[in-house]
């Protein structure tokens, strides 16, 4: 497609599961962007990759959090023994270049724990 | 972390009026881009800003980069229904920091 999708669109799960969450950038786009936004919140960084490696990570709240980019294409975020605090809209960006200005959102992933 | 203010947070408006919004950072970056999100909807760019004391218009947007580097401008005229939406600012490191966001009500 022509933009950035992510999949699933929402997602509903129980407190303690693992859930997965997709991300397809524009073909192309060699950095790629996970954010965390709440609700009434702007987007919050967690991690990017440039090409298939994590070059930063800082903003991953912990370590039940974790990406991979493995072809450098489609990323997935791994949310590991999931809490209520987790729920929020999960965005995923691209851009064709790490230090190009302009990134291009997909969707979002809805993530509701219960 | 980054801290990037937005106001004001919302605005109530009437359809045609103009609309005016402002983001300022406590440090110096070379970017600031505009987005503005809907309701389900990741962020779309609607303006970059590249250069200190650069003024860029998009259709009935125009933004400002101000010249201290700290601070940018967006300005809405003739504002519609569909306008309707949060806008936020954005200046572009590796992590990329978004404001506070400000939410936007246009009456008919």
């Known amino acids: 497609g022509a933009g950035v999708s992510q999949t699933p669109s929402n997602k509903v799960t129980e407190k303690g599961k693992y859930v997965e969450l997709r991300c397809d950038p524009i073909s192309g786009h060699t950095a790629l962007y996970w954010y965390r936004q709440s609700l009434g919140q702007g987007p919050e960084f967690l991690i990017y990759?440039?090409?298939?490696?994590?070059?930063?990570d800082s903003g991953l709240p912990n370590d039940r959090f974790f990406a991979v980019r493995p072809e450098g294409s489609v990323s997935t975020l791994k949310i590991q023994r999931t809490e209520r605090g987790d729920s929020a809209v999960y965005l995923c960006?691209?851009?064709?270049?790490?230090?190009?200005?302009?990134?291009?959102f997909g969707p979002g992933t809805r993530l509701t724990v219960l | 972390g980054q801290q990037l203010n937005q106001s004001p947070q919302s605005m109530f408006i009437q359809e045609g009026e103009d609309v005016s919004m402002n983001c300022t950072s406590s440090s110096i970056f070379n970017t600031w881009l505009w987005y503005k999100q809907e309701p389900g909807e990741g962020p779309v760019l609607l303006i970059a800003l590249y250069k200190a004391g650069e003024l860029t218009s998009n259709g009935r947007l125009t933004a400002q980069f101000g010249i201290t580097r700290k601070d940018s401008f967006l300005n809405i005229s003739a504002s519609i229904p569909s306008d309707v939406g949060i806008y936020f600012c954005?200046?572009?490191?590796?992590?990329?920091?978004f404001g506070t966001g400000t939410s936007l009500t246009v009456i008919p």
């Open positions: 960006a691209s851009s064709l270049t790490l230090i190009s200005g302009s990134r291009f």
């Open positions: 954005a200046l572009t490191g590796n992590q990329f920091y």
């Open positions: 990759f440039q090409g298939t490696g994590a070059a930063d």
